[in-house]
Every structure is written in C-alpha cells, then in structure tokens.
C-alpha cells in the first residue's frame, strides 16, 4: 500500500489523513475536496490513475494545507512521526513540504523503527530537506527535473536557489551532475532524472534514457513532474521493480502527455485524464 | 541595541566588516524587510546565509554596516525584529542570477532558479507556473494562473520560501520582456 505525503495550497485545510478517492478532476479525502490541477494533489491524481488501470486499491495520503509559511507543513510531520507507528505502508511518497532538515532527521528516526522499512521516495521539497540534512542516501529513489540535479550535484547548496553558477542547468551535462550526486552522497540509490530525456540511474550507473516523443509543450506546464513521480509511485507499489517502473513511468508521462496535444497553456489534469490511456496502450492491455 | 553591539564585537578582518547580515526567524520576514529597505533606498541584496546558521529553506539580508542603526530603527518601526546580526564573509552564498528564457511562439517561458513562468504574449495571461518544491509554489500558480501579467499581486507579496523569491525573479523578467514589446 502506498501513502503520499504532502501539502494542499489552503491555509485552513487541517491535517487529514486517509484512503483518496479520486472523481473527475478533484480528490476526496476524508469528505474534504481538492482540484487536482497542480502540487502534491497532482501527484496523487495520477497514482490513482495507474491503481485505477492495473485495478489495485487506492493510495492513501497524509495531507496539510500550506501556503509557503510552513506551519502546516509542521503540523503533519508532527502528526506523520506518531501515526507511522501505527501503519505498514509498502512505499511512502514525500513531497511539497517545507524543507526542514530537523524535521527530515525525524521522520527516518520514526520509520527506522518500524519492523519493515518502506520504499522511500522522495520530490520536490522533501527532496531538498534529504540532501541538505545529509540522508539522501536513506531514500530509495529521488525525481529531480534537470535544475534539481544540478542542486543535488552541488554538495554545497542547501536549496536550487544557491546552485551555484557553474552547475548551470545543462542537459548536455546531465551525466556529469549525475556522476557528482552519487560521488558527495547526495542522492538515492534510484534516480529518475526528469527532463528532455528521462535518465533512469541505479547507484550511479545510468541504465537506461527514454527520450521519445519529445512534448516541446510539456516543459512550461506545471505538474508535469508530478504525474511522473505520482506514476512511479504506483507503479512500485503495485509490483514492478523500480528500473522497470522508472522506465515505464517515463514512458507513459510522455504517451500521455501527446495523447492530450498539449500547449504551454495546457493544464496538468488534461494530461492525466490520459494516463490510463497511455498505460494500457504501454502493457498492451485492452480497453474495456 | 544589543544586537548592533554584538555584531562590532566580531574579531573578523575589517574588510568583511564593511557589510553585515541580518538573519530573520523566517523567509516572509526578509521578504517584508527586503521591500522595506529597498524603498527607502538603502544598499541591500539577499543572500543565503553561513553555513552554521542555515536552516535549509532560508535567506538572508546583506546590508552596508555602517547604515546599521537606521536599517534597525526601520525594521523595528515595521515590527520587524531582526533574530541575529553577523558580520558578512566570502563564504556567503549567492542566490542565482541567471535567467532562461524560451520563445513558444504565443507563449513566452521565462526561468529563473528552479520557477519557470509562461505567459500569453497576446493577452498577458499567466497561463502556467512550475518547478520548484516549496509548498507555496502551487498555492502562488492558484493565485496567478489565469490573470493578467500586470493586474496580479507580485509573487514577492503572496510567497514565503526561496522557491517564491526565484519566482519574484522570473516574473519581473517576463514583465519586463512582455511589457517592452
């Protein structure tokens, strides 16, 4: 079973927690509704789509609203480290939240003591609270886009913002940045590099790169790194192993997102309406 | 002030004491500092803060030590209370400044940092927002997306985290490119 975790941009959304359920383009959790257009509910929405497809249950999610003044981001990791206790999720998705290195140091402190550890998966700002606490290597798989790479390849930055110069986002130097995460131990023994090519890296060593087709349009459309982690997320729990759903996950992003003919006006919940598309057309499987 | 006292009792080498910082209990507060000190014309920039006293998600305000005590007084007049004052060093970091910027035709995409910004070149709407990881970075594409380029809040107003500063950035780019056109 996977649990997403992670921030709604409402200031008096509390903290919720419990099994989605996901109904055109809006999430219910806990009779609470949430537009699936960007952020950690984008990334759910697309799970979803794949549990939907491959017929498995629904994820759950720990939810908090947040607008940036991380006070809500505090209150679900104060509410995560008690109720993990509690629970036995097979992979665990953390994602926009206030990046906090105490509070990073925590939560692993918590799952450490439970009897099997979880998959652990990380994006966006839980991402950065790994690095910059130093415990990247605790997490399973990271999805950083080109400009993240670039971050976690600078042992010195302690967020994108202070990348420093010379760690320019450049595709063409994708490998390089690549090499430097794992050499300084700033990244998770799976990666998924999301950009103009999908970069699939297991301790280092690239296993694969899914570059086809390239959705020039995709890049200016917010989320659309969400539907993949959303995606891979799924596709973990659901059984396949991390190369393979690292792959598959690049490859449905992609499917789906010319599925939908996008423009850089183009809203993320018009591509994830075609996941389940793009999925069944990727296993082969047939429409129903 | 207890803090100014603190900040002249440094044993650093004088030329890192022509510059001092100012570390605030979060990155709203430098945002409203950074406004402030900035219209009342004083010489300041935000940069990261040292090493041994980084959070993660935080900024910080380089200012000309010598303007100190009216820099105070006037965050104080704020109610803005300043929660440590050091002196500034080489080993301070530097937000990036370099901007990325792609033409799609109608649309135009402006990078900068992590946050991208995508614009109607036609009618000025804010048509996406991405990148980053800061949770106020879907809360400021639902307050943006959608508007006019120069009817809505600067970002700087509704966001909290580096993530909404590198925001700032972009959008003053794309206004600047779009607005000139």
Redesign the interface.
């Known amino acids: 079973m996977l649990a997403i975790i992670g ?3 409402e200031e008096d959304f509390p903290v919720l927690f419990g099994k989605v359920k996901l109904i055109n383009d809006f999430l219910y959790i806990e009779d609470r509704k949430v537009s699936i ?4 509910s984008a990334l759910i929405a697309s799970a979803c789509k794949v549990f939907q497809t491959l017929k498995k249950d629904l994820p759950y999610a720990y939810l908090v609203g ?5 006070y ?2 505090k209150k679900l990791y104060e509410f995560f480290v008690n109720d993990i206790k509690k629970r036995s999720f097979d992979t665990l998705t953390f994602h ?6 105490d509070w990073c140091n925590k939560i692993l402190l918590a799952i450490g003591e439970l009897s099997v550890k979880p998959f652990l998966i990380a ?7 790994a690095k ?2 130093g415990n990247a290597e605790s997490f399973d798989l990271f999805t950083p ?1 080109p ?2 790479l670039a ?1 976690l390849a600078d042992e ?10 010379f760690f ?2 450049d595709e063409s130097r994708v490998e390089e940045f690549i090499n430097r995460a794992y050499k300084f131990k700033n990244t998770a023994k799976y990666m998924l590099v999301k950009g103009r090519a999908d970069y699939i890296v297991i301790d280092g060593k690239i296993k694969e790169i899914v570059s086809e087709p390239v959705i ?2 995709l ?7 969400d539907s993949i982690t959303g995606i891979v997320s799924a596709l973990i729990d659901s059984g396949y192993n991390p190369e393979q759903a690292c792959v598959l996950a690049s490859k449905i992003n992609r499917l789906a997102g010319r599925l939908a003919n996008p ?5 993320i919940s018009e591509i994830i309406r075609f996941i389940p598309s793009a999925l069944k057309a990727l296993l082969g499987l047939k429409d129903e | 002030m207890r803090i100014l006292k603190k900040l002249f009792k440094s044993d650093k080498k004088v030329e890192n004491l022509n510059r001092g910082i100012l570390l605030f209990e979060n990155t709203s507060e430098v945002i409203r500092a950074e406004n402030i000190l900035k219209s009342k014309g004083f010489d300041i920039k935000v940069i990261g803060p040292p090493a041994h006293v980084r959070k993660g998600c935080d900024l910080a305000i380089e200012f000309p030590i010598v303007e100190a005590m009216g820099i105070l007084n006037l965050l104080e007049a704020q109610k803005i209370e300043p929660i440590d004052c050091l002196p500034s060093g080489d080993e301070n970091l530097k937000p990036v400044d370099l901007f990325n910027i792609k033409d799609y035709g109608r649309f135009l995409m402006v990078r900068a940092a992590n946050m991208k910004i995508t614009v109607d070149k036609n009618s000025l709407t804010i048509v996406n927002i991405s990148g980053g990881g800061c949770p106020d970075v879907p809360y400021l594409a639902a307050c943006l997306v959608g508007k006019k380029l120069n009817e809505v809040p600067e970002p700087r107003k509704l966001g909290h985290t580096l993530c909404g500063y590198a925001l700032q950035l972009a959008y003053d780019k794309i206004k600047e490119l779009c607005l000139q056109s």
């Open positions: 921030t709604v941009p257009q960007r952020g950690t947040d607008t940036g003044k991380g809500g981001s926009y939240l206030m990046p906090d290195a994006d966006a700002g839980f991402m950065y609270a910059m606490s886009d400009g993240e971050f010195q930055a302690p967020h994108p913002f202070y990348t420093r110069g320019l986002e020039e349009a890049e200016p459309i917010g989320g659309t790194g423009e850089p006006s183009t809203q």
